[in-house]
């Protein structure tokens, strides 16, 4: 009797059961923002803004957006500690038309999007290792639907959906297990990126690059001309003045913030951690707070071990690969994809894990199906994570086109057509989105303490209301900018949001939403 009573009392009432704990939550945190970025975004953000400072200078931004926003949500996750995170606070501080909107470009894109490509880029390194694991080893070969878009499966594609599908499966059996995946793996990437930094300010520092990089730290040289979609809108470079560094470096904040997002992933698995009106929020500080610092230690580490120019020319983009083969030669290359491959196994455990909260809060709104509002015998969302590992599984297989700028296909050395991936599309046209949303969700804050003075806040944002105010202020210069200069990504990205008002008409045709706040 005694131990039956023991096991049900870790039930919470709504039926999850509450596992996570502070280092569970921020492994959670910590492992669903480390992915495969890091290792690869430094090169685009180097030619973006074209010197070691202003690489540097990128990413600490970037960490100080991600702090304040962590920060900010430590509030809201104190207010709502319930499944749906960031859905449920929209809800709350909007309507349910901007929390459904939320979730739908969620599950649509922002969530399944990013599984798709972190699966990918595991197959993607474990081909480094297994030659036979490849994107032109075809088991359905590339089928033309239209001018711009093509449907395949090959051997890459193939180990991509088998691992969406195994960690899919997994995290069905129970929080347990997906919590022991989670831990292990970010332990193992964490402990990978430190030693990666190690490495590099020690047996792979280089003299000359260490006087090149930090002798002419602002000085610009081989940067990339930001071309706008707009006549009216004058082309700009990191070299031209005030102005071309502020573009420079708002558009080179789309791989930083993309390499830091999904921080705000535990907020949505709320509901099964304990005592999560003060846990959420401190594993939040302690998980941004240890990934920003490696971040931008790695990139100190990559401009101690190579100039400049071999960062902006790193083949494949691949920094890290590059700065050890420096001393590891060969060798390197496996030791690098052998870390990657622990590092995006971990990032979409993290994923899977938190996205289906998202959907099975919206489902027990009533705007979702309503199967996917209900938990299995092991107290989870089974069905909302096989909706998601479904979709995600079919944004694996379409590909585009690629052609070049007079809109000819592109060829391989041996005549064959050559293909992209759909989903790196979908994730450049979210971006704008999803800051979209971070921007409504802080700005929350504001309205909830208008809405609600007297709620009980365990915790209070640090800094309100400058903090939250300077988050909203530079987030909105980033996405006018974005708007002027990336324009063929931005449009489609909300085009993409809009499709939910249709959506939520639909659902509430089906049945009136009925708000639980459970």
Same mark, same amino acid.
């Given at each position: 009797m005694e131990l039956a009573s023991t096991a049900t009392a870790t039930v919470d009432r709504t039926g999850f059961v509450r596992e996570l704990r502070l280092f569970d939550s921020t492994m959670i945190v910590a492992g669903s923002m480390i992915g495969s970025g890091i290792f690869i975004v430094s090169a685009?953000?180097?030619?973006?803004?074209?010197?070691?400072?202003?690489?540097?200078?990128?990413?600490?931004?970037?960490?100080?957006?991600?702090?304040?926003?962590?920060?900010?949500?430590? +509030?809201?996750?104190?207010?709502?500690?319930?499944?749906?995170?960031?859905?449920?606070?929209?809800r709350e501080a909007y309507s349910p038309l901007f929390g459904f909107l939320y979730?739908?470009?969620?599950?649509?894109?922002?969530?399944?999007?990013?599984?798709?490509?972190?699966?990918?880029?595991?197959?993607?390194?474990?081909?480094?290792?297994?030659?036979?694991?490849?994107?032109?080893?075809?088991?359905?070969?590339? *089928?033309?639907?239209?001018?711009?878009?093509?449907?395949?499966?090959?051997?890459?594609?193939l180990v991509g959906i088998l691992i969406i599908v195994l960690l899919t499966a997994l995290n069905t059996r129970g929080i347990k297990i997906g919590k022991w995946v989670q831990n292990t793996f970010t332990s193992i990437k964490t402990l990978s990126l430190i030693a990666l930094i190690l490495f590099c300010v020690t047996v792979g520092?280089?003299?000359?690059?260490?006087? +090149? $990089?930090?002798?002419?730290?602002?000085?610009?040289?081989?940067? $990339? +001309?930001?071309?706008?979609?707009?006549s009216f809108v004058p082309s700009l470079s990191a070299s031209a003045g005030m102005l071309g560094i502020l573009v420079a470096f708002c558009v080179a904040q789309v791989g930083s913030l993309f390499s830091s997002d999904a921080w705000n992933n535990v907020t949505f698995a709320a509901g099964e951690v304990k005592d999560a009106e003060r846990t959420v929020a401190k594993a939040m500080a302690a998980g941004v707070g240890l990934v920003i610092v490696l971040y931008v230690?790695? $990139?100190?580490?990559?401009?101690?071990?190579?100039?400049? +120019?071999? *960062?902006?020319?790193?083949?494949?983009?691949?920094?890290?690969?590059?700065?050890?083969?420096?001393?590891l030669g060969q060798r390197g290359a496996a030791v690098m994809a052998l870390a990657i491959l622990f590092s995006t196994f971990g990032c979409n455990n993290g994923l899977i894990l938190a996205g289906a909260r998202v959907y099975y809060a919206m489902a027990r709104d009533g705007l979702f199906f309503r199967s996917i509002g209900r938990l299995n015998a092991r107290h989870v969302p089974s069905m909302g994570l096989v909706?998601?590992?479904?979709?995600?599984a079919?944004?694996?297989?379409?590909?585009?086109?690629?052609?070049?700028?007079?809109?000819?296909?592109?060829?391989?050395a041996t005549g064959m057509e050559q293909y992209g991936n759909l989903y790196n599309d979908l994730l450049s046209y979210v971006v704008f989105s999803v800051l979209i949303f971070y921007v409504l969700?802080?700005?929350?804050?504001?309205?909830?303490?208008?809405?609600?003075?007297?709620?009980?806040?365990?915790?209070?944002? *640090?800094?309100?209301p400058l903090v939250p105010a300077i988050y909203v202020v530079m987030a909105t210069v980033i996405m006018v900018v974005l708007l002027l200069y990336q324009t063929k990504t931005t449009w489609p990205g909300l085009a993409i949001v809009l499709t939910g008002i249709p959506a939520y008409a639909i659902w509430r045709r089906m049945g009136s939403p009925q708000i639980n706040r459970d």
């Open positions: 685009d953000i180097a030619r973006t803004v074209g010197s070691p400072g202003g690489l540097l200078m990128v990413w600490l931004v970037t960490g100080l957006l991600t702090a304040f926003a962590a920060l900010a949500y430590g +509030e809201l996750a104190g207010m709502y500690p319930q499944a749906g995170g960031q859905y449920i606070y929209l979730g739908w470009t969620l599950f649509l894109v922002i969530q399944t999007g990013t599984i798709a490509a972190v699966a990918v880029a595991f197959a993607r390194f474990l081909g480094v290792l297994a030659p036979a694991v490849s994107p032109t080893a075809w088991i359905i070969k590339p *089928i033309n639907l239209s001018r711009d878009y093509a449907i395949s499966l090959s051997s890459q594609q520092a280089n003299k000359a690059a260490i006087s +090149e $990089n930090f002798g002419n730290f602002w000085t610009p040289r081989g940067v $990339n +001309e930001i071309k706008p979609d707009f230690l790695a $990139n100190v580490a990559y401009l101690v071990a190579m100039p400049l +120019e071999q *960062i902006q020319h790193a083949p494949d983009d691949r920094v890290a690969t590059a700065a050890l083969g420096k001393v909706l998601q590992g479904v979709w995600a079919l944004l694996v297989l379409p590909r585009t086109r690629s052609r070049d700028a007079a809109g000819k296909v592109l060829l391989d969700t802080i700005a929350g804050i504001f309205v909830l303490r208008r809405k609600h003075p007297q709620a009980w806040r365990p915790y209070r944002a *640090i800094g309100y």
